[in-house]
């Protein structure tokens, strides 16, 4: 036994905001029984991951080692803990746990990979527990922006370890369970070895402030608007959609609910009774009816994304809908960092209707749902772990929240995604390092962030493409002159003259001088092609474009 | 006389922030004589121009008027101001002003592309003024983030336009002349017709800061902290610079300037007399045999650019020096919308390597350059014109700056690049409005925004490109199958076979069957080789690629 070790491995969200994934084992070195605690995805930009269109944790490691995985652990909704249930479920079989509104979600993402009911376990919220092989497991309420969030209590023969989750500090949350301080230093009394815990606002100074502050400045922003409101947030912070509701209904507008995400959103808040109390929804057609100034449009979209219903209705018009000078428009979000074009764009698109825009504005209407660092001490010290180790952050926020630790006298370590850590001593320490990356959906197909697919595609937008044909006869000579076309390059260079004409020109010459050894040879052709097709572009256009080689020899 | 009037017409900066030119025009219409005012740039980006260089004002309308320009006013020299002045030149040829150290700016962005020395004539501030044609204009110096900045007076037969340039409201700018209320009253006391104003902070609703209230922060953190310093601010901040490199001096620390901006700005700054006291600076080999703690790096790239000296320390070396545990790297600036991954990415680089990062932390280490909303207010009760004009800025900033002179009594409009605004009568009016937009420096050629280069280039990052060849004999009959090439695509798909392999297939079987009259017809097998092959991989791998397809035929 006493070689048998508790470990701690996050394979995505540790180095990272976003596609969060970890696993804790227990037993000895290589047999250790594993769970899986979130598996959540990421999503591209045009900057790094053109043409993808969803990011998942690399998940090799687990699939080596899918007979020791004995179940996986939703602490919550949202999609970068959820979103990948169902692209793994084929791969990993193990059974999944969540309480019921996140098993809900689960179940809609489950249903769409063809994985059957009994994947899908719904548990209560603790005391209940569940034990799979050596861990013994309770979801804890914890409040966060999504309903049902969870810190899981992980019961092992090392002893107990607390996951936060994401997580904030909020004894008012408008809908869900207040954060418990009681309840959590009840658990925390026999003892913890590790808090495992969120970092994303640790560079937040200030305390944080509870979901029920915004009620008030929401309310009076639907009394005094005067057109049609268009609000938006996160679907999944219903709580917000219920605030934004009820204040709309009380001053007169009928709640209409746009894009998929929001009505999915209420429609599961609605069948697992979160929801009691919810105004009823009207219909886009029903919308058209009404008066501008007795209607909010609840939409999705609050981070610019093209497809949601905020985008649309800023490019125009959406489900009927259009929107006017005097209407308003509300971001009861905030940005998150890389989104900003988006966000802009959509702003001084609604500028140009005459749309009044309204944001956060200095907290009125947004406030975040994790724990700032006086909130991440005040955990710290009601849990009182052996050690903490910082989890779902950049390295800038895991460093700062290790570092707080440190500086209190709790042992902490850096651990960033494919990091095992030895949580068995009286310290963390680095067990293991395991390869780890991302996976990319891409159209229908998973493939590797390093297969070096989408590293070409940015090198075709950054240098464009250019195609070069050559046709050689059954004695290896040309057979017409070597033919160039291009794409996403300009037509004509510094000569003045066609840019496809110059480099055709120039790779002629190299064709009638070329010896027949070279023109034998698929690799020096192929070479010699490519090289004098660059440098003519380069000398012309001031660019080397990426290029595709056709020789075709006729036989 | 009568018909004459007096038009404002924006070609960049209006809807956009960045990119300023602005015309001014009086005479007949259609014969008036013109002024220009900063020939600015801005900077792409991978989501809309991925491989542009560098992104000019769509100068089509000077250009068939170059008979018309009298001359170009540049007001500051920053890039979003100066940046095209080299390489717009040639195509205008008008005499180009600007202040002394504006002038030594352009000095060498004009040598960069072959213009005379008699392009450029140095003003001094007002009083002195300069006449060309109907107008009549002086700089007048006023505060902002770059020295020696003014605000134009252009006078005209239909009275005064004052054109603030960007501009704060600063009395202690550390580097350079405070802003002057009694200057500014006294040029409103004749009266003026318009003021055509800076409008990117209008929605900060607090005065601006000067920037001396940065001192005593900077002065403190440069003592407090341990190991090397390494600080970065905008190189054209030459106040900055200054109060930087002083505090770091006091501190025992010696200066060494990282970075081609860094050094250029620090030359001119010199050489313009306007950095008398900048302490003396070391190279970054006198920095290898230094101790630490007695070094200050001023260094290029707060914004994260990627071939920018922060970026290439965080990188791992730069110059010969790498940064490590204990050094400190101050974000002295804030971070442009858009720009905030690339400084994030630079922030978690550096945290890997130990480096503790301070950023701008509520203004302790950064003040703004712009004039907020209450500094605006106070520049219309200033300036008392007859109408203000909104410029620099996005749309959302110019509506909402233009409902505040109205809301004020001030009649304005919301005028965007392409609307030339007549400025003659009580209220401004929409004269005409101008086909303008954007021109990309691409490599070494300059080309239209519209030209469909780059959409291709976009196109082929988001859906990877194929290369579908087929040769035909003389009788237009296949020679061989056709043949496909891949790029940015996945080699296998859901079938599990080669994708190349699926899709040649497909297209064999095409070819195949297909009739004499398609064989024979570029445009028909041209577009049926390119639809089965992106049918055949969109059922393969989800995803329709570019294609470029190439038929031979041999004769």
Known sequence: MSNERLIYLPLGGAGEIGMNAYVYGYGAPGKERLIVVDLGVTFPDMDGTPGVDLILPDISWLKERREQIEAIFITHGHEDHIGAVGHYWDALRAPILARKFTGALARRKLDEHGAPDTALRIVEAWPETVTFGPFTVGFVPISHSIPESAGLVIDTPKGRVVHSGDFKIDETPIVGEPFDRALWAEIAKPGVRALICDSTNVFSPEPGRSEATLSDSIETFMQEATGMVVATTFASNVARLKTLATAAERAGRSVCLLGRAMRRMVEVGTETGLLDGFPSTISPEDVLDMPRQNVLLLVTGSQGERRAASAQLANGKYMGLTLTEGDTFLFSSKTIPGNERGVIRIMNQLSEMGVDIVDDDG??????????????????????????????????????????????????????????????????????????????IDGTVQIGALDGIVRDRIKMALNGHM?????????????????????????????????????????????????????????????????IARNSAQSEIGKKPEVTVVVSRLS
Chains 1, 2 share one sequence.
């Open 467 to 531: 195609v070069v044909t050559l046709i050689l006869d059954e004695n290896d000579q040309p057979l017409g002159e070597p033919w160039v076309e291009l794409a996403g390059l300009p037509e004509t260079g510094i000569s003045n003259a066609a840019l496809v004409d110059v480099i055709e020109e120039d790779l002629g010459q190299f064709v009638n001088r070329a010896d027949r050894k070279t023109l034998r040879s698929e690799e020096k052709l192929d070479h010699e092609l490519r090289r």
């Open 363 to 440: 907290g009125k209407y947004h406030v975040s749902g994790h724990a700032n660092r006086p909130d991440l001490e005040e955990m710290h010290a009601i849990i009182r772990p052996a050690m903490m180790i910082p989890m779902h952050g950049e390295h800038r926020h895991l460093r700062k929240h290790a570092r707080i630790a440190e500086e209190a006298g709790l042992p902490s370590i850096v651990a960033v995604n494919g990091m095992m850590i030895d949580l068995s001593g009286n310290r963390p320490s680095v067990a293991e390092y395991i390869e780890t990356g991302r996976t990319y």
